[in-house]
């Protein structure tokens, strides 16, 4: 069965800590998105990934294939980094479908 | 990245009307688009996929009669409400499928609220 777990489900930290945010997946995968939701419902991609490590500002995302798992972590955090976190994945059998996890509600208190 | 833009961002309707909301890609060619409904504080469920000049592909419990897809160029979507309940208020979110290889990457829309009274 095709499965995403993210944890943890909430978070809270003090601004200028350094957050991770973790997903795994059940079976094979062809890509794994990062996805960030404000409180206003909008969706934003972050990061599309199927290996290795991507980077973009203070937010770094790691895929271990063999591990069937990812992380999304978030240096020196702020305020409006605060948001519900969400990986999403490309199943092989899937074709063109994302399986999304839960979300990671995030909080970064001043 | 590339651009996804939806209209209306809100509405509100009264019940038994129905209501249009448009998904655009604004930078690229989408012929994939997909419709999601997101209810409060849940994850976000696939509705439908839209290819772009064919029928759309809806999931499991999804009534197609209700949730009325067109994908008539490759720039847009539309997504029709028909005699909305209000049920059906939830938060509907389209995203564009840049390039044509199975898993390229998703640019997702603002969102639409739609509220039914």
């Known amino acids: 069965k095709n499965e995403v777990e993210q944890s943890p489900q909430n978070l809270t930290a003090q601004e200028g800590e350094f957050i991770t945010i973790n997903c795994s997946y059940s079976v094979g995968i062809s890509a794994l998105h990062w996805l960030q939701q404000h409180p206003g419902g909008g969706i934003v991609s972050l990061f599309m990934?199927?290996?290795?490590?991507k980077k973009h500002g203070r937010l770094i995302a790691t895929i271990n294939i063999q591990e069937k798992h990812s992380s999304l972590h978030i240096t020196a955090s702020h305020p409006r980094d605060s948001a519900v976190y969400i990986c999403a994945v490309y199943f092989m059998d899937s074709n063109y479908q994302l399986i999304w996890g839960a979300g990671t509600k995030l909080i970064i208190k001043p | 990245g590339a651009v996804v833009s939806q209209h209306p961002s809100w509405v509100i309707c009264k019940s038994g009307t129905s209501v249009k909301i448009e998904c655009r890609s604004l930078d690229f060619q989408a012929t994939t688009m997909f419709w999601y409904r997101q209810f409060p504080k849940q994850s976000l469920m696939l509705m439908a996929t839209s290819n772009e000049g064919s029928k759309a592909t809806y999931e499991q419990g999804v009534e197609k009669d209700k949730f009325l897809i067109n994908h008539a160029s490759l720039t847009l979507s539309t997504l029709t409400v028909t005699s909305a309940h209000p049920e059906d208020s939830s938060f509907y979110i389209c995203?564009?499928?840049?390039?044509?290889?199975?898993?390229?990457?998703?640019?997702f829309g603002p969102g639409t609220r739609l509220t039914v009274l």
């Open positions: 995203s564009a499928l840049e390039g044509a290889s199975s898993y390229n990457e998703q640019f």
């Open positions: 990934l199927s290996s290795g490590k």
